[in-house]
Nanobody, 123 residues
Framework: QVQLVESGGGLVTAGGSLRLSCEVS????????MGWFRQAPGKEREFVAA????????YYADSVKGRFTISRDNAKNTVYLQMNSLKPEDTAVYYC????????????????WGQGTQVTVSS
């Protein structure tokens, strides 16, 4: 059974930082591209960041580039999202996702999804 379990969300004031974690089980983690998505109230889910399985190549949405950093620890089957300089518009439920194909993952066509963790940024 595949599980993606996010943690690290919470309430933070604008300009603050949070680090999200996603622990993965039930699949060969190092063979999967991993990503983060978010969905704000009343909006569609959007791509945030992705990291491929080998080499650590990363991709970011323009809205988070320079503020967010995605990383992975293949020994711990965990992917992270370090979020700095948070803004109120970053408020959303953040989802971890996995797919064998990084192109599919970045389009949101993911094999597996986590349950989400709430991030709220107050002004």
């Amino acid at each position: 059974q595949v599980q993606l379990v996010e943690s690290g969300g919470g309430l933070v004031t604008a300009g603050g930082s949070l680090r999200l974690s996603c622990e993965v089980s039930g699949l060969p983690f190092s063979s999967y591209a991993m990503g983060w998505f978010r969905q704000a109230p009343g909006k569609e889910r959007e791509f945030v960041a992705a990291i491929i399985w080998m080499g650590g190549r990363t991709y970011y949405a323009d809205s988070v580039k320079g503020r967010f950093t995605i990383s992975r620890d293949n020994a711990k089957n965990t992917v992270y999202l370090q979020m700095n300089s948070l803004k109120p518009e970053d408020t959303a439920v953040y989802y971890c996702a996995a797919d064998k194909n990084s192109w599919d993952l970045r389009r949101g066509e993911c094999d597996y999804w986590g349950q989400g963790t709430q991030v709220t940024v107050s002004s």
